[in-house]
């Protein structure tokens, strides 16, 4: 009885891509270099290899427990949180916003297909702690993810456990 309990408080959220906003920062960019323009001062461009993905938080009272990643290739993915509510069709992405810690993931090219992904650990545990915190006041979140060394969207799967605070 207690394991099934306990089975009915974790919970599982998968980061996905946010397509819609991830184009709009793409036109933003886009825009910028048809008309000859710079950024704002400390705004945040999007990068050809980033893409905005988003989680979406059912519960508010939430205590972080482990990533859940998975890259079919070799390649490093770099996970970058945005630290406030932001609406990228009002407001431009500014550099203040983006969080420290940020995650990174990584098999090198020479590693074998199945060995475990590396990270910084310690980096990771602090990140995951403060989304939880963040969720306490939000319903969903932004992060930038960057693709890099030869990492595809297509071949990733990220996902964040946490257990419920009921």
Not at 6 to 21: G, I, M, V, W, Y
Not at 25 to 33: G, H, P
Not at 73 to 95: C, E, F, K, N, Y
Not at 139 to 157: Q, T
Request: glycine share 4%; aromatic share 8%.
């Amino acid at each position: 009885m207690d394991q099934a309990k306990a089975r009915s408080q974790t919970l599982t959220l998968d980061f996905t891509e946010d397509r819609a906003l991830t184009e709009m920062m793409r036109m933003r960019v886009s825009s910028l270099q048809r008309s000859g323009q710079k950024r704002q001062e400390g705004e945040r461009l999007l990068l050809p290899n980033e893409a905005v993905y988003r989680l979406d938080f059912p519960s508010q009272e939430l205590l972080f427990q482990r990533w859940i990643f998975s890259l079919h290739a070799h390649g490093r993915v770099t996970i970058t949180g945005i630290s406030q509510h932001w609406t990228p069709d009002l407001t431009h992405l500014m550099s203040r916003q983006l969080l420290e810690p940020i995650g990174t993931f990584w098999r090198n090219v020479v590693d074998p297909p199945d060995s475990p992904l590396k990270c910084l650990e310690a980096d990771m545990q602090e990140f995951g702690e403060r989304i939880a915190e963040l969720a306490k006041v939000r319903r969903v979140m932004y992060f930038l993810l960057a693709f890099k060394e030869g990492a595809e969207a297509g071949h990733l799967s990220c996902a964040i456990q946490f257990t419920a605070h009921n």
